[in-house]
């Protein structure tokens, strides 16, 4: 017993510091950020395995793509064209897995320690959003780096790339919210992975990330302008390569789908915790 | 002073089950007071009650005053609590688990390194603390969840079960912790138990819980003196449930028309 004994009572006595509102809602983003960030730090081997399929997507699919020139992209190289889209699918790929951490935590008794603590389920679910917007990024991160060695001119201005971390984390704090939602849902790992699965790949063809919309056909250029993916890619080709873009309109989306996922997985949080 | 724990004409049905039966006690402050009860007793239900988990259905609850209904964040600002299942984050190491909890509690910045470095010291654990929590030993995880728990210092301690699954000497260093807890910082403790043997060491006060309800509250030595000469705490669960405590809820099933009172004693 190393610490000093005090009067009986002590602990009873004390008051406990209770913050609110805004400021609780920034500590807790910040504690499941950096808890992420400190299990990234313990193992690095997600990071690497999961840098090799937008490698392949860029390095195959784009080297090749370039070549036969058939996808019209103006005057920018197919390559740069398609580089912020592997950026955003690869976050994709990440954030829509994420629900599998909460379940994982269920099942390991965590969840319900952290539903003990003074922490509201919407407070939770942000900072779990934005851990895994934090991973998201830390990968984001890697894609860049590959598609810079692969000639891909990018902006290198910081505030642009600032831009880039922000689009990157709400884009990822969406799909995460859309991964707990579906959790809430299915409340299995099993399930969760085969939904996952089922989705991601529509998500990412209905998008912008490899081809204009205009190139789609009528029903999927609906879809593609319904899917937050597509604004997260308009912006980051924006901010990464220069293309014109709405920010107002692409942020405005981002962040609205990421409100909507807070609430919606916050709701469906408690069938996770009986 | 108020009840650490006041819970009053609590019921909490899943469905058509009650699994708590209009259950009524006091914990007073600084005590040790134990759950007793087979499983399906309502002793775990009880403890989700408390501890925020379930919504109340029926009846009050009130911490240190708190009413748990309008100020469930206050209580859990109040609470510290293990749950049966060993479950800790085993990616992270076991100092960067106990400052996860410290930074949840709301910890001021200031205080929390020292705050962490007291609790890991309390359970015996600054040696390990710089270890990925998943090389930790069963009892290793039970001792850093109690410092997870105390490291915001709380009024109540609420423990599910904490000695299930581990070996005697683990068992002996976490009733040891407890104990320590009470003595040096008065802190409450609510736990569950099935060990008669544990509720005996470890709780100034016992109740008895069979299918949902109260069926004696009292000190130990009080419920057992009670039974006669050398009445054991299963002896004095076999007067008042008709059953064991060993047998399981359906084998209680059977005699619970004959051991439908409930006592008071201390």
Known sequence: MSAAPVAPSAWADHDPRAIRGPQLLASRIVTFCLVELQKLRHDRTELVTRAVQPILWLVVFGETFSRIRAIPTGNVPYLDYLAPGIIAQSALFIAIFYGIQIIWERDAGILTKLLVTPTPRAALVTGKAFAAGIRALAQAIVVVVVAALLGVAMTWNPLRLLGVAAVVILGAAFFSCLSMTIAGIVLKRDRLMGIGQAITMPLFFASNALYPISLMPGWLQAISHVNPLSYEVEALRGLLIGSATNYWVDFAVLGGAAAVGILAAAALLGRLSR | ?266
């Open chain 2, 1 to 266: 002073m108020s009840d650490a724990i006041s819970i009053s004409h609590v019921t909490y049905r899943f469905g058509d089950h009650v699994a708590v039966d209009d259950l009524s006690l006091e914990v007073h402050p600084g005590e040790i007071f134990g759950l007793l009860g087979p499983n399906g007793a309502g002793k775990t239900t009880t403890i989700r009650l408390v501890n925020t988990l379930l919504p109340l259905q029926d009846g009050d609850v009130h911490v240190y005053g708190h009413d748990l209904r309008h100020e469930a964040m206050a209580v859990r600002r109040r609470l510290g609590y293990v749950p049966q299942q060993l479950s800790i984050e085993g990616a992270l190491t076991g100092r960067e688990n106990v400052m996860w909890f410290a930074r949840l509690f709301d910890v001021p910045r200031a205080e929390r390194a020292e705050r962490v470095d007291e609790v890991l010291a309390m359970v015996d654990l600054t040696e390990s603390a710089g270890r990925l929590a998943s090389t930790y030993s069963g009892g290793m995880v039970r001792r850093l969840e109690l410092a997870q728990a105390l490291v915001n210092r709380p009024a109540v301690l609420v423990l599910d079960e904490p000695t299930v699954g581990l070996d005697p000497v683990a068992r002996d260093s976490v009733w040891h912790r407890v104990s320590e807890m009470q003595e040096h910082y008065g802190t409450t403790v609510l736990l569950t138990t099935h060990y008669m043997e544990e509720a005996d060491a470890l709780c100034d006060r016992v109740a008895l819980m069979h299918l949902g309800r109260l069926r004696a509250v009292g000190r130990p030595d009080e419920l057992k003196a009670a039974q006669g000469e050398g009445a054991s705490l299963e002896d004095v669960f076999r007067a008042f449930t008709g059953g064991d405590l060993a047998e399981n809820e359906k084998g209680g099933l059977r005699n619970v028309r004959s051991a439908r009172r409930t006592v008071r004693l201390g």
